[in-house]
């Protein structure tokens, strides 16, 4: 199994090969504001779910990730973390 995590729309050049079903695509579907202030240069969303799009039409098996819910999971630990060390 391969697995890769892209925020591009350029998949056409990988829609006819023979991945077997043995191929996972991982596409940022981040709000757009998150994509302007944080994922500078990369395709727009709805490029993306074009691309999903295609890529699902070509047997690929695809997975969505959300950065900002790991951000925002992330920045929870440090928060709990800086309070129980200020409230000590």
Known sequence: M???????DMVDSIL???H??????RM??????I??????????LNSRIEAINK????GYKVRNFNCTSY???KLERIISK???TVRK
């Open 82 to 84: 800086i309070n129980k």
């Open 2 to 8: 391969l697995t890769f995590p892209t925020k591009f």
């Open 71 to 73: 951000i925002c999971r």
């Open 28 to 33: 940022s579907v981040n709000p757009e504001e």
């Open 20 to 25: 077997k079903g043995k191929v996972i695509v």
């Open 55 to 58: 890529l699902k039409s070509a």
């Open 16 to 18: 006819g090969l023979d």
């Open 35 to 44: 994509i302007n202030k944080v994922e500078f240069g990369t395709s727009r």
